[in-house]
């Protein structure tokens, strides 16, 4: 495997960490992060994680080199993309009435 697709993947598989680690807390109700609640640094970073980290990996997925490991990367990124990035965008902007 080259460098540059060890990179790729070690970067998505950190997305993914950072992605299932906040839905562990989330569902268990530690932080409550919604764009309706309070405001802080440490939220809406969160909230921007979510919904450029699954891209950021999309298009690094895109760019792998491997066979059958690109679609799985793919695949995933997809998957969170739909069942993460857009909700949390779509409350965004809902908030922002844009």
Same mark, same amino acid.
């Given at each position: ?14 997305i ?5 680690i ?12 919604s ?6 640094? *440490? ?7 979510? $919904?450029?980290? %699954?891209?950021?990996?999309?298009? &690094? #997925?895109? =760019? ?10 793919? *695949? ?7 069942? $993460?990035?857009? %909700?949390?965008?779509?409350?965004? &902007? #809902?908030? =922002?009435?844009?």
């Amino acid at each position: 495997m080259k460098k540059t697709n060890r990179i790729y993947l070690v970067i998505n598989i950190v997305i993914w960490i950072f992605i299932l680690i906040f839905l562990y807390h989330y569902l268990n109700s530690m932080w409550q992060v919604s764009p309706y609640g309070a405001h802080n640094l *440490f939220t809406i970073s969160l909230q921007l994680g979510l $919904i450029f980290g %699954p891209l950021i990996g999309l298009v &690094l #997925s895109i =760019l792998f080199k491997g066979k059958y490991l690109k679609y799985v990367l793919i *695949f995933v990124n997809l998957i969170i993309i739909y069942f $993460i990035s857009f %909700p949390f965008s779509y409350f965004w &902007l #809902s908030y =922002l009435k844009v």
